[in-house]
């Protein structure tokens, strides 16, 4: 006697169609399970067990062959134990009623029979969808994660009992690109995210906000160099306040890794805010980049679509810092182990502070700085040169004085800031429209002398400032790449020396950090 | 039928489990064959098969039903006294197959449900 029924299993952000083949024969009883299960997979004999027997159903005394197809790929976690347990149920006839073929099953048993919520549902739905499956029956409080997926219908189950009444409850899922109007407005009022904190609350510092406006409009890196209480950290918490709302895709591909990590909140579906994320400097290499003997996510795929924020950038481990140098360029990050290769998405803006020296005052007025030359070497050297050659904009956060912090003049509120970013963002996207790129940022070679001309003047200022603040030549291209981003600020066709002067210098700790 | 204790009753089932494989024309080489590493209840051939067979007998379920009583462990003792068994006797050109026959006697109505699962590990 043989049941097929569908599982999934993720493999990086993808999902992939596990079939579940369960196959009763006579003999002693014995309950095997094949096709590389993982632990928690294999554990899950015990409580399909209990599942089926505390359900009302009676387990089969018979050989029981679990087989997980495709073989070849490691099957982790434990929401397997629903389509184990039903396969089971199907090939000794007591769910005849209930078709399995073109569904797919999720869920973690309980030894009580109750079905529970797991991480990585919407992957799998998305992969379910694909492999053309009509449905999905998920666990109650994976509903909402799953009816992200158009054209699929949801199902959910509480209680392995169900199975048998199949008085399920049973609803198409909602579509989330048509539906009538009101329900769309109202959607698009949920999904814009509110923020508590906004850029208006930052006294002064408006040369800072405004590195901060260009490095968000262009996708630049940013490093803010400052003595100890100006507000460094209170401007990068602010950044996501003005990044563009997400669109489909990118909610989605965010929605992907936070799904796998678990970290998804349920009721509110995609993700629409940007993830702004803040590891500590103790950070290890795989907690950075993602890892594990199944690889999860690390800080860099977390923060996909948003900002990767350093704080005290020197504080970092060297060598933590230098494995940013590859996902920084390539957008996405590999991780091989033995058993496979997995591709993370990483698409996010760095923005690092750091204090100038180990006490933090060089170079303010306010107070001595009683470091050693050594020191400050030392601290600074921290920052490798092919690092900082990935960070486009380089700017001080001075203190202020006294006249300064109580007579400051409002700034803009991020309202506003966001409105010039977006208009910098679509000026982009015009021009990029037959590129596989979107930002400013990736420009290079023939692309960046294509789209960034300049004209005869700018040349010999740009000649000028490499030779007196002796500029490599990569450098160079980055400083014609933000003069780009600040034209498409200041809604301009083309880049004028006022925008090649001003992105000069943000390149000002290019040797003397 | 009463029994005097739980050995009687094994040696009865084993008893039953031997008519039975005789009814079958099994040929019975040995019963409650022993060696140093343990015991296997009947030995029993038929058409170049030699079997290895392994008797629960059991008067209810409470105990669970004797499927589960012959777990993985006993499955290695009887395999690794088989295997002794084979070495001593020289079975060169014969296949070997482990069967266990379940006895259930039924106190109420003296009927005896026997039943034999062929090649079961």
């Not at chain 1, 994976?142 to 209680?159: G, R």
């Not at chain 1, 204090?355 to 303010?364: E, I, L, M, R, S």
């Not at chain 2, 040995?30 to 038929?46: Q, T, W």
């Not at chain 2, 058409?47 to 008067?59: C, G, N, P, Q, Y």
Request: charge should be positive; include cysteine; aromatic fraction near 8%.
């Amino acid at each position: 006697m043989l049941a097929v029924s569908k599982c999934g299993t993720l493999l990086g952000v993808e999902g992939i169609i596990v079939r579940v083949e369960a196959d009763l024969s006579r003999g002693l009883p014995v309950f095997d399970i094949v096709g590389l299960p993982d632990t928690a997979v294999r554990e899950s004999k015990k409580r399909v067990k209990a599942a089926i027997k505390n359900s009302g159903y009676e387990f089969p005394l018979k050989r029981i062959t679990i087989n997980l197809a495709p073989a070849n790929i490691r099957k982790v976690g434990p929401h397997f134990d629903l389509a184990i347990a039903s396969g089971i149920l199907a090939a000794t006839g007591e769910i005849k009623n209930f078709p399995l073929d073109n569904k797919l099953l999720i869920g973690e048993l309980s030894l009580n029979g109750k079905v529970h919520e797991v991480k990585g549902v919407l992957p799998m739905v998305i992969a379910a969808k694909e492999a053309g499956l009509e449905s999905v029956i998920v666990p109650e409080k994976n509903k909402f994660e799953a009816e992200l997926i158009d054209d699929i219908e949801v199902i959910t189950i509480s209680h392995l009992k169900d199975l048998k009444k199949y008085r399920l409850y049973v609803k198409k899922s909602f579509n989330l690109k048509i539906s009538n109007k009101k329900d769309e407005k109202e959607r698009k009022k949920a999904f814009i995210p509110n923020y508590e904190i906004d850029f208006i609350d930052i006294k002064a510092q408006h040369e800072a906000k405004r590195a901060i406006e260009i490095a968000v409009a262009g996708a630049h890196n940013l490093i803010m160099i400052g003595p100890p209480g100006v507000g460094k950290t209170m401007l990068a918490k602010r950044i996501p306040t003005i990044m563009p709302s997400l669109n489909y895709d990118e909610k989605l591909a965010l929605t992907r890794i936070q799904s796998i990590v678990g970290k998804i909140d349920l009721q509110k579906g995609l993700q629409n805010r940007r993830p702004f994320r803040t590891p500590h400097h103790s950070i290890t290499k795989a907690s950075m980049l993602g890892g594990g003997k199944i690889p999860v996510p690390g800080e860099v795929s977390l923060a996909h679509t948003g900002v990767l924020f350093l704080d005290e950038i020197a504080e970092y481990k060297r060598e933590v810092l230098e494995l940013l140098r590859q996902p920084l360029e390539e957008k996405k990050i590999t991780i091989s182990r033995s058993a496979l290769k997995v591709n993370f998405p990483c698409d996010f803006i760095l923005i690092a502070s750091s204090n100038p020296c180990p006490c933090g005052y060089y170079g303010d007025e306010r107070r001595e700085c009683n470091c050693t030359v050594g020191q400050i070497k030392r601290y600074r050297n921290k920052i490798s040169g092919p690092l900082m050659d990935r960070i486009d904009i380089q700017i001080e956060v001075p203190s202020l004085n006294a006249d300064e912090l109580t007579t400051f003049k409002k700034g803009d509120s991020s309202k506003i800031m966001k409105k010039r970013v977006i208009k910098a963002y679509n000026r982009q996207k015009d021009r990029y429209e037959k590129e596989n790129f979107n930002y400013n940022s990736q420009l290079k070679g023939d692309k960046l002398n294509y789209y960034c001309q300049l004209n005869n003047e700018n040349k010999l200022l740009l000649k000028n400032a490499v030779r007196e603040l002796g500029l490599s030549a990569r450098a160079y291209d980055r400083i014609i790449r933000v003069a780009r981003t600040i034209s498409d600020i200041e809604n301009s066709q083309t880049i004028t020396s006022d925008h090649l002067a001003e992105a000069i210098q943000y390149r000002r700790f290019e040797n003397n950090f | 039928m009463k029994f005097k204790n739980k050995k009687e009753f094994g040696s009865w089932g084993e008893k039953k489990a031997v008519e039975y494989l005789l009814e079958r024309e099994y040929k019975i080489l040995f019963k409650n064959y022993r060696n140093k590493l343990g015991e296997i209840d009947i030995i029993a051939s038929k058409d170049r098969f030699l079997l290895f067979i392994e008797v629960k007998s059991r008067k209810n379920n409470s105990f669970g039903p004797p499927q589960t009583a012959v777990n993985y462990k006993k499955q290695m003792k009887i395999k690794k006294v088989a295997k002794y068994f084979i070495m001593e006797n020289n079975y060169k050109n014969y296949q070997f197959r482990f069967d266990v026959i379940f006895i259930l006697y039924s106190q109420f109505n003296d009927l005896v449900n026997i039943r034999h699962l062929k090649n079961s590990f």
